[in-house]
């Protein structure tokens, strides 16, 4: 009887905890739904108010680029892809640290924090140099571009726009 009694006791348990686990999980995985759907919604705005390089040069006849603008674009993007280059190889090169512990089982807790904090330091620096390059492409472009531009990413097409026509010829 006491048995029995205990074993529905442990049975109840695993199956409120099964329960609660279940509960959190779906908690969680809608939070992570809202959360994507935010960060998606940022990106598009980023990318409309703040466009990357290589869009704007693909687009650069449609935009009405200068050849000013478009050196200024191509010298930004050299120095940035360089960083940006630097940055992904050191962060390899400590992944490679990470699994190399894990291979050679020598890894330990503190090995692991340091190792990811400092990747976690190069990722942010990363999304850092690309925002940055954000901002520079934005001042290379005159409002007009960077208005058309918008429009280039709401038509989905650049051949639905019309290109804008250049008041100066330098920048």
Same mark, same amino acid.
């Not at 330091?121 to 850092?128: I, V």
């Given at each position: 009887?006491?048995?029995?009694?205990?074993?529905?006791l442990?049975?109840g348990?695993?199956?409120? *905890?099964?329960?609660?686990?279940?509960?959190?999980?779906?908690q969680?995985?809608? #939070?992570?739904?809202?959360?994507l759907?935010?960060? *998606?919604?940022?990106v598009?705005?980023?990318?409309? *108010?703040?466009?990357? &390089?290589?869009?704007?040069? #693909?687009n650069? #006849?449609?935009? =009405?680029?200068?050849?000013?603008? @478009?050196?200024?674009? @191509?010298?930004?993007?050299?120095? %940035?892809q =360089?960083?940006?280059?630097?940055?992904? @190889?050191?962060?390899?090169?400590?992944?490679? $640290?990470?699994?190399?512990?894990?291979?050679?089982?020598?890894?330990?807790?503190?090995? &692991?924090?340091?190792?990811?904090?400092?990747? !976690?330091?190069?990722?942010?620096r990363? @999304?850092?140099?690309?925002?940055?390059?954000?901002?520079?492409?934005?001042? &290379?472009?005159?409002?007009?571009?960077?208005?058309?531009?918008?429009?280039?990413?709401?038509? !989905?097409?650049?051949?639905? %726009?019309?290109? %804008?026509e $250049?008041?100066?010829?330098?920048?």
């Amino acid at each position: 009887m006491i048995r029995r009694c205990l074993a529905l006791l442990v049975a109840g348990a695993v199956f409120a *905890a099964g329960a609660a686990f279940a509960t959190k999980f779906s908690q969680s995985a809608g #939070d992570a739904a809202e959360s994507l759907a935010l960060h *998606a919604e940022a990106v598009a705005v980023e990318d409309r *108010a703040y466009p990357a &390089i290589s869009p704007v040069l #693909d687009n650069a #006849d449609q935009l =009405g680029l200068s050849e000013f603008q @478009r050196q200024q674009l @191509r010298a930004l993007a050299n120095r %940035v892809q =360089g960083e940006s280059n630097a940055l992904r @190889r050191e962060i390899a090169q400590l992944e490679k $640290r990470l699994d190399r512990g894990f291979a050679e089982q020598t890894i330990d807790p503190l090995r &692991i924090d340091g190792l990811t904090a400092r990747i !976690g330091q190069l990722e942010g620096r990363l @999304r850092a140099a690309e925002l940055l390059a954000r901002l520079d492409a934005k001042a &290379i472009l005159l409002p007009e571009q960077l208005a058309l531009f918008a429009q280039l990413g709401h038509a !989905g097409s650049v051949a639905e %726009v019309e290109p %804008v026509e $250049r008041p100066i010829e330098e920048f």
